[in-house]
């Protein structure tokens, strides 16, 4: 059997022996009470003489008593000065992961655990591999989330919404926001240290920071100079429960929003003669340019339609109530319009081309314009009549369009989503997502007949809608003077710059991609008050915007000294440079005035490279998916923008937490997991136990790498809580087994171990190596899947179970011991090494529990290569051959204990060969396939002849029972066997 195979075949082949019942259980193999081994006592004039494992550390913790050992670790272990003890090494390399600012809006949920851990998890195994990491744990401390909750902290004095004019009410929130923000802060802080993640907690970055706003300021001037931010009249998406503009991150999309829908018919004004010839002289005064829209507040602000120039449209004959008309509708959505009439009131009379098209003009809805049809690209065939409605104010397509063919771009509805008074006096003060959109259809009925817009039909229609996330409201698309950064300019800089970066898992790299491809700008400014100021002055003659680096850089200095309230406390002739303030004034002209805008927190938190790292250096950003049109988009382009190079070497996506059935979780469903209740235990402890966190740790290590969603819930904590338990009891195992074992005085060279414990050791230089491949892979879940498979399997199931008797019963010092107790050694050692990033508690427990070095600590080591003579090819593949028959032994006696039995084994010759590497003997009671069957006896025997290989003959022992190691192999009726008299008589 080739040797890339051995574990796979052992991990299926030991899955079957404990199915069968024979693998040692962790509760008898590691209960280590009163110097006693349950249920294999020996005699108690032996039991000084037997080598039990003892150990100081308890086998279970109790749930009461799990939080305050995670915290007694913590201290003994140094986990509040690793950070900078590691700081202070010299090592070569270094490795940088960029902290992704969570909110300070609210207690840790169950995303900031998967998150944070998943952080930690990556630092700490660099930090095992020899790597210096570097790690600044940041927040996000500005934006609505904040601003909004700041406002309820006292109701009496809560400042209407749209209604920030005045400083003292400005300085006000800011002064709530900012205490409630830091508030957050410090529980976030603690909660995330209860989770054992590897920091210097005492230097964190904010983005209120006077330094890192001073920093934001330099960084909009680098970028404003270099032409990438601007301010230009544009539609955003703009919120009216709230009176500010939003980026796209900040919507969700409802998608069973119900909207008003119209077919609406616009009577044409003009069209080519070649048209009008091709109609019957009764209907020339009938053509009408159709459209359809959700929209119909936009009706009245429509400045063109649109139609596709690549699609076929045709003249139709139409009999409407009672009415004789000739419609242009798009060929492909004549369905729509069979719909809406019936198909017997259709008759096609033709196509109508693209240059007849081009040349039609029609009257606007509600007033007497003439608007023109225009070819546009954004026009699709997916619903409606191919002709599309264009109020270039109201619709990003629209603008475009607008800027295309000079249309004027006039927005008549204000911040409060109530239209204006550019708009006929009927509409003028109604919202217009509300009583705006009936009163329009009201107005269009009303106003239908000759030559004026028909109503052909109006139906509700439920499809997918922009909502604010915050409040959970429907937005509309509004063009005001804002500021932006030019994504245009900056794209293909930025996908080449992209295609450098590592994306995992590999199959989201595509997602990124679209995200970057299809973002036409970024709106970067907002009317709100929380937050960064946009650092401009504007003249009071022209409004024009006054941007200049000599403005901006004291700007800059005055908010990093006084703190960024500055911006509100002081009036201009405090922000502006003393010089230009003397100039102006020498010149009689008046001061610039201050704007009012703050700056997206996407840039805030976006220009965290600048303001932190100080240049694009980053290796690893590591966020949940929704990122992608978030932190590592604003990121990349702000980055790319300011230097030409992209801030991170790799991104690192996990998904999301649902509840154990799937389910989004919420208060109002009752199945929020608080990570705090997961730690440390609810109210009602029976319900909610105390897990711990390294259980919360096993669970994000075992379920968050490279899955969209997770499950959390109590099945699943019981399952993480019980695998963390069989891994302590291990470890536990492992660490009494080598209490006395000096590894300097007692190492023995490999090539005379046992065959069994070279195997082993094989077994585990595979398993590591796979570990660690995983590691830098960041496939956690591997790893825990991988390091239970390999403790439950390989060590329990096969290796513990067939040492054990010579563990306990041979010579203290004797070879045969030494050689087993050099295997578990090195298993203790590497496993703790390879299991220490997920459960750093347990690693470090079971460390402070070592006999010789009490100041020996988990993560001050260094991972080595492995011994090049651990990996043994050849006899594994030979021990494979050896296990075949261990597996064959256990399915015939399932029930039995071996330790009764003697076996016979007939084999062919190339097995037997194999079996001599454990017994070169006839027959034997202490070899090591007497080991390995757990037999008291084991007799071989060659026939060429065996059809199926080997043949097995089992019987009954025929020594009698040793009273020190419980196994039949005295002879004469003596009382010890010849092994056990041999160790009692070199101990006397």
């Given at each position: 059997m080739p040797s890339t195979n051995v574990a796979a075949v052992f991990t299926r082949r030991s899955s079957r022996w404990k199915a069968l019942g024979h693998t040692l259980h962790h509760r008898t193999l590691c209960n280590v009470k009163s110097g006693r081994r349950r249920g294999a006592e020996p005699s108690t004039q032996y039991s000084a003489t037997v080598q039990l494992p003892r150990t100081s550390l308890p086998l279970r913790v109790s749930a009461a008593n799990r939080a305050q050992l995670e915290a007694s670790i913590q201290q003994a272990a140094g986990f509040d000065s690793l950070y900078a003890w590691q700081r202070g090494q010299n090592r070569e390399k270094e490795f940088v992961l960029h902290d992704g600012p969570p909110y300070a809006n609210g207690r840790p949920h169950i995303g900031h655990a998967v998150n944070k851990i998943l952080k930690d998890i990556t630092l700490r195994q660099k930090l095992l591999q020899g790597y210096k990491v570097h790690y600044i744990p940041g927040w996000d401390c500005h934006g609505l989330p904040i601003e909004l909750k700041a406002s309820q902290i006292d109701k009496k004095k809560k400042t209407p919404e749209n209604q920030l004019s005045s400083d003292s009410a400005t300085l006000e929130i800011r002064n709530n926001a900012q205490r409630f923000a830091v508030e957050a802060l410090e529980i976030q802080r603690s909660v995330f240290q209860r989770w054992g993640l590897?920091?210097?907690?005492?230097?964190?970055?904010?983005?209120?920071?006077?330094?890192?706003?001073?920093?934001?300021?330099?960084?909009?001037?680098?970028?404003?100079?270099?032409?990438?931010?601007?301010?230009?009249?544009?539609?955003?998406?703009?919120?009216?429960?709230?009176?500010?503009?939003?980026?796209?991150?900040?919507?969700?999309?409802?998608?069973?929003?119900?909207?008003?829908?119209?077919?609406?018919?616009?009577?044409?004004?003009?069209?080519?003669?070649?048209?009008?010839?091709?109609?019957?002289?009764?209907?020339?005064?009938?053509?009408?340019?159709?459209?359809?829209?959700?929209?119909?507040w936009t009706l009245p602000l429509n400045q063109a339609i649109c139609f596709a120039p690549d699609k076929p449209y045709l003249l139709v004959w139409v009999c409407w109530k009672d009415q004789r008309l000739v419609l242009v509708w798009s060929e492909e959505l004549l369905y729509e319009l069979e719909r809406i009439v019936g198909k017997d009131q259709i008759t096609v009379m033709g196509h109508i081309e693209e240059q007849e098209l081009a040349a039609l003009r029609y009257r606007a809805p509600l007033d007497q314009r003439e608007c023109p049809c225009l070819p546009a690209s954004h026009v699709t065939m997916v619903k409606g009549t191919g002709l599309v409605h264009t109020a270039p104010a109201h619709g990003h397509d629209d603008f475009l369009v607008a800027l295309q063919y000079k249309l004027p771009v006039e927005c008549q509805v204000d911040e409060q989503g109530k239209f204006m008074d550019g708009v006929m006096a009927e509409l003028r003060g109604l919202k217009v997502l509300e009583e705006g959109n009936q009163s329009v259809l009201q107005l269009l009925a009303d106003n239908g007949g000759p030559r004026g817009a028909l109503l052909l039909k109006e139906e509700s229609y439920t499809h997918s809608y922009p909502y604010d996330w915050r409040t959970r409201k429907?937005?509309?698309?509004?063009?005001?003077?804002?500021?932006?950064?030019?994504?245009?300019?900056?794209?293909?800089?930025?996908?080449?710059?992209?295609?450098?970066?590592?994306?995992?898992?590999?199959?989201?790299?595509?997602?990124?991609?679209?995200?970057?491809?299809?973002?036409?700008?970024?709106?970067?400014?907002?009317?709100?008050?929380?937050?960064?100021?946009?650092?401009?002055?504007?003249?009071?003659?022209?409004?024009?915007?006054?941007?200049?680096?000599?403005?901006?850089?004291?700007?800059?200095?005055?908010?990093?000294?006084?703190?960024?309230?500055?911006?509100?406390?002081?009036g201009e002739n405090d922000l502006l440079p003393p010089a230009l303030i003397e100039k102006l004034q020498k010149n009689g002209k008046p001061l610039p005035k201050k704007g009012s805008d703050i700056l997206d927190i996407w840039f805030d938190s976006g220009s965290s490279w600048h303001c932190v790292l100080g240049e694009p250096k980053a290796d690893l950003y590591l966020e949940g998916v929704d990122q992608f049109n978030g932190w590592f988009l604003s990121s990349l382009l702000t980055s790319v923008a300011a230097t030409g190079k992209a801030p991170y070497r790799m991104l690192y996506v996990h998904g999301f937490a649902l509840d154990e059935h799937g389910r989004k979780m919420s208060k109002s469903l009752g199945n929020v997991v608080d990570p705090q209740e997961v730690t440390d235990g609810g109210k009602d402890s029976s319900r909610k136990p105390a897990y711990g966190a390294d259980v919360l740790r096993w669970w994000v290590g075992s379920h968050a790498a490279d899955h969209s969603t997770m499950t959390i819930g109590q099945q699943h904590l019981e399952q993480g809580r019980d695998s963390v338990q069989k891994i302590r009891a291990v470890l536990r195992f492992l660490l009494a087994s080598v209490k006395d074992y000096q590894p300097c005085q007692h190492s023995l060279p490999v090539q005379d171990l046992r065959p069994i414990d070279r195997y082993m050791l094989h077994l585990l230089h595979f398993h590591i190596q796979k570990v660690w491949l995983h590691y830098n892979n960041m496939r956690y879940n591997w790893v825990a899947k991988a390091s239970l498979t390999f403790i439950n399997n390989t060590l329990s199931g096969l290796y513990i179970s067939s040492i054990r008797?010579?563990?306990?019963?041979?010579?203290?010092?004797?070879?045969?011991?030494?050689?087993?107790?050099?295997?578990?050694?090195?298993?203790?050692?590497?496993?703790?090494?390879?299991?220490?990033?997920?459960?750093?508690?347990?690693?470090?427990?079971?460390?402070?529990?070592?006999?010789?070095?009490?100041?020996?600590?988990?993560?001050?080591?260094?991972?080595?290569?492995?011994?090049?003579?651990?990996?043994?090819?050849?006899?594994?593949?030979?021990?494979?051959?050896?296990?075949?028959?261990?597996?064959?032994?256990?399915?015939?006696?399932?029930?039995?204990?071996?330790?009764?039995?003697?076996?016979?084994?007939?084999?062919?010759?190339?097995?037997?060969?194999n079996l001599r590497l454990l017994q070169t003997s006839h027959t034997s009671s202490h070899s090591g396939l007497c080991e390995l069957l757990q037999v008291s006896h084991v007799t071989l025997e060659t026939n060429q002849e065996e059809k199926d290989g080997f043949s097995l003959r089992l019987s009954k022992a025929e020594g009698g029972k040793c009273l020190r190691c419980r196994r039949y192999t005295t002879e004469g009726g003596a009382e010890l066997c010849a092994r056990c008299l041999e160790v009692i008589s070199s101990h006397e």
């Open positions: 590897l920091a210097d907690w005492g230097e964190v970055y904010r983005t209120l920071d006077p330094q890192y706003v001073s920093r934001q300021l330099h960084l909009f001037i680098d970028l404003y100079e270099k032409g990438f931010i601007y301010q230009d009249y544009k539609p955003v998406y703009f919120s009216p429960s709230l009176g500010t503009s939003l980026a796209e991150a900040e919507l969700e999309y409802e998608p069973q929003h119900v909207s008003p829908s119209v077919f609406l018919a616009l009577p044409v004004t003009s069209a080519l003669p070649a048209t009008l010839d091709r109609l019957p002289s009764a209907a020339q005064s009938q053509l009408y340019l159709p459209i359809w829209t959700t929209t119909p429907p937005v509309i698309i509004r063009a005001t003077k804002q500021w932006f950064i030019d994504t245009h300019r900056i794209k293909e800089a930025a996908l080449a710059a992209l295609e450098e970066v590592e994306i995992l898992p590999q199959r989201l790299e595509a997602g990124m991609i679209s995200q970057l491809k299809n973002r036409p700008y970024w709106c970067i400014s907002r009317q709100r008050v929380w937050g960064t100021p946009i650092p401009v002055f504007y003249d009071p003659d022209t409004n024009q915007p006054i941007v200049e680096r000599s403005i901006i850089q004291h700007v800059a200095k005055v908010l990093e000294e006084e703190g960024s309230d500055s911006w509100w406390s002081k008797d010579r563990l306990y019963c041979d010579a203290r010092l004797g070879s045969r011991r030494m050689s087993a107790l050099l295997v578990l050694h090195h298993l203790l050692h590497q496993l703790l090494l390879s299991l220490a990033p997920i459960l750093p508690h347990l690693a470090e427990e079971v460390a402070q529990h070592f006999t010789d070095a009490n100041d020996w600590r988990v993560f001050h080591q260094v991972i080595t290569e492995l011994p090049s003579s651990w990996h043994q090819p050849q006899l594994a593949s030979a021990f494979e051959q050896c296990l075949t028959v261990r597996e064959r032994l256990f399915k015939s006696s399932p029930a039995s204990d071996w330790s009764k039995l003697q076996v016979h084994i007939t084999a062919e010759k190339n097995l037997m060969e």
